[in-house]
C-alpha cells in the first residue's frame, strides 16, 4: 500500500522560510515523477512545484518560481520543498503526489497517490 506523509509545515513570517518534506512508502518511488500542490481555503488544488524521477529535471508554478525548490532523495524515498521569500498568499495546505506517468504534469490527474497535507501560515 503506498503512503504519502507530508511534514514540516507551520507558522511563519513574511519573508520567511520552510522546508517541507515526504516521506513515500510502499511503492517504486525512483520511478515516479513527484509534485507539491497546494489548496487554500475557498481556492481549488493548484500545481507548485514537480521533479522528475531522476531529480534532474524541475517545473514550478508561476506564482512561486525563483522562491521555491523542489528536490528529491531517491535513496531515502523523500522529496522536499524548500520555501523562500514567503507570503501571505502562500497559506494554504500543501499536498505531496506521484504519478506514473512520464514527465511532470501540472494536473491532478497527473498524479495517482496523494499524502494528507500539511498546513502552512504565513503571518504578515
Known amino acids: 500500500q503506498v503512503q504519502l506523509v507530508e511534514s514540516g509545515g507551520g507558522l511563519v513570517q513574511v519573508g520567511g522560510s520552510l522546508r517541507l518534506s515526504c516521506a513515500v512508502s510502499g511503492g517504486t518511488f525512483s520511478t515516479w515523477p513527484m509534485a507539491w500542490f497546494r489548496q487554500a481555503p475557498g481556492k481549488e488544488r493548484e500545481f507548485v512545484a514537480g521533479v522528475t524521477q531522476s531529480g534532474r529535471n524541475t517545473r514550478y508554478g508561476g506564482s512561486v518560481q525563483g522562491r521555491f525548490t523542489i528536490s528529491r532523495d531517491n535513496a531515502e524515498d523523500m522529496v522536499y520543498l524548500q520555501m523562500d521569500s514567503l507570503k501571505p498568499e502562500d497559506t494554504a495546505t500543501y499536498f505531496c503526489?506521484?504519478?506514473?506517468?512520464?514527465?511532470?504534469?501540472?494536473?491532478?490527474?497527473?498524479?495517482?497517490?496523494w499524502g494528507q497535507g500539511t498546513q502552512v501560515t504565513v503571518s504578515s
Open positions: 503526489a506521484a504519478g506514473r506517468r512520464i514527465g511532470v504534469g501540472t494536473s491532478l490527474r497527473d498524479y495517482d497517490y
